[in-house]
RNA sequence: GCCCGAAUGGCGGAAUAGGUAGACGCAAAGGACUUAAAAUCCUUCGGAGGUAACUCCGUGCCGGUUCGAGUCCGGCUUCGGGCACCA
């Protein structure tokens, strides 16, 4: 009899082992065939490791496990994403340096991550705080710069009225500040933007160079949100300037009854004199700067707007001169921040049309314009419309292109949804901007030698009462020579948003110490692109997209060789609390990970997670759940006292070869779940015939060791092996001995099931037929009925349609 | 509101290409072992009816396609993620 299974005396044993030996550390071999699997770096928060964490982590961790014993150079690192707004509000409160607080966290996450096992390369970590790594965000910032594609635009941000400081927008709950609740209002701002939408259409279109799973490149392709239209210009009545709105519908130009201008839009001001109700403009502005976006555009809510009051515009088309409107369900930052009304065709104009007595003219036959608006543009003919009548809504927006571009009153246009990058926090800890502002010079640059800008020492990270980032108190700091012309000048006191460090990482890891460069030509030319990339949905648009961009960027400037960052992406589902509902600290449902390993083991967690339901989905915690994952390595601890000698047995040849099928698909599928099951059915096998041979227990270490693998290594090196399971080979199977020799199909008679009956694959119809004629419930389900049809479907199903 | 997902026993979930719904695990009940408990092992385990053989119902709701639908189509409901300064 053997100990009874105690990870407390193997786990750190063999975590001692692998990082004694180098197991994992990954260098260039052009020998070998290289993998680079990514998972997202954590934040490093107050809170440690959230049990969420270890579910992509050992996913990854598995699938280079298996790859490594499949042959395959991996790199699979780790890091730390360590600017944020949290770490900043913690030591403000606590009044400690964030860079401690940093340190600290770190610490705490390394720790946990290396008690759970995983096989990631510790020589290539990199935090995004250290200045040897954003030196490199600085530098490409540089860059961007340098290209044109970053921008000072003045740009609204949620600002509290009472505690005068910037807020985010997780910061407003309700449209008041979280902090003191008083109300919040958009202040505008100058600041850094990143030129994104110059990339729209390739961010778009090289999504059919990669593998990502469909609803990621769904989510971006919606996000980045094309639209082909038009811009249309709508003469203002008795002036020669001209209004000029974006429409995708130009087909409808007849329709258009009215305009609504965004309240911000700046032709307002230019024409305030003619505007008889300019106080109404006014108030109105006033109230839709303390909404958002989100809450503008919302349908449900009651239209709002006003009317102008002796501002009005002129149809192009239809020659009437129509009124003009300002409301807050038109934004300034899409399109032209104007439109064309044509409430018969819009549901948004018809609920406004409806609400302020506009007229509704129906254009696009098809609909009954006076109970909604009739949106679809597949079916419909041009009514109401002038040289367009009996048009198509294809062929009539084709037509009205052309006509306005020849009678020069707009043209065709694409627009996106996507927005440039606000690049600009009046935050401490964050990467400097690295420019300074010269008043001859203008915004300067600094010389790539100059970097790293390094964030200086502070009193206080509190923002500013003018909601400047504390860096602007810090005179000997801002104070500076113009790089150009040497005359005074003034740093830049915005830093960078988490998301700079966020999107080039996986370029560091490659080549983490690289003191000249952010990676070596020839690390850049084996490792990239990241092979495998996992990470959450909630990163799909933002993150995601930002580091696709600024890869491309880099490709662009020649710094990288690949047009796409990431191979491959897939996405993990959340972990829920016992009550199904997300983990947090208020609602007392967190589970911390460390419990779980110090009761039942780091493999017992791995295990567990990748048990606990299908990866991309959200899964609710199960403390019950936990204990019957360990009790599976309970009993494959035990099966070492079952054990005999020799190769695969007889009985369970089939069995052996179907499992390490499965398990080898599921691995790379990401179905961990059922490949457990699997792997718990054949333990099961072992259990039945109460003994193990040599061959089939090993084959079981080496197909749970991505899974297990502090279990599998014990285990593994008591059968009396010398090498480790990390320097074995992954198991094969024979493809003629995963199919057993017959099958049992089932037997039904309208579909309802009958009966069931073996067959071997080659059995032909007739006698199969023959045998389930004879069976008394099939000549009951079938007798005094007249059989129409019968269906067998090889080793799969025999059906008896009768009537 | 817009975009993207999801819904299957008491619970977590499984079901390559539309082919025996409920694999695997948890919980529960009964039994074995034990002085006892824990652990372990064995059995039962979607619902209703029936002594039984068996019958009927059943994958969020309504409808459709099909010999056959958890899976496909149309229309809903509810829940989760994202909505650009949380990351």
Redesign the pocket.
Known sequence: MNETYNPKNTEKKWQDIWDADGAFSAEIDKSKEKFYALVEFP?PSGQGLHVGHPRPYTALDIISRKRRLQGQNVLFPMGW?AF???TENYAIQNKIHPKAVTEKNIARFKEQLKALGYSFDWNREISTTDPEYYKWTQWIFLKLFEKGLAYKAEMP??WCISCKV?????EVVNGVCERCGSEVVRKVKS?WMLKITAYAERLINDLDLVDYI??VK??QR??IGKSVGAEINFNVTGTDEALRVFTTRPDTIFGATYMVMSPEHTMLDKYKERIKNWDEVLRYREDAAKK???ER????KDKTGVGLDGFTCVNPATGAEIPVWISDYVLISYGTGAIMAVPAHDERDWEFAQKFNLPIVEVVSGGNVADAAYTDTEKGTMVNSGFLNGLEVSEAKKKITEYLSDKRLGEGKVNY???D??F???RYWGEPIPVVYCEHCGYVPLSEADLPLLLPEVESYETTDDGESPLSKITDWVNAKCPKCGAAAKRETDTM??WAG?SWYFLRYIDNKNPDKFASQESLDYWMPVDWYNGG???T??HLLYSRFWHKFLYDIGQVTSPEPYAKRTSHG?ILGENNE?MSKSRGNVVNPDDIVGEFGADTLRTYEMF???FE????W?N??V???R??L??VWRLQDMLKGGGYSDELKTAMHKTIKKVTADYENM?F??A??AM??LT?EF??LERVTKAEFETLLILLNPVAPHITEELYEKLGNKKRIYQSKWPVYDENLTVSETV???V?V?????A?VDVSPDENQDDIKARIFAIP?VIKAVEGKEIV?E?Y?SC??Y?I?VR
């Open positions: 934040y994403d944020g707004l949290p941000i949620n910037g807020l985010a927008n997780e600041q469909e609803k769904v989510q919606n996000w958002s976006d989100f555009t919302e349908i449900a949804k996507l927005r990058w606000v600009s926090r009046q948003p988490q966020s949905m909630e990163h648009t933002l959340m997300k606990i339901g299908a989905l959200a899964a609710a199960s019950e759940g204990k019957g994952c009790r599976f309970d009993r179905k779940n059922t457990i099951a718990m059915a099961n259990y039945r049992t199909i089932g039904t309208n579909g309802k099931v009958k069931s419930a049809k269906i479907v799969r199903i059906n349609a």
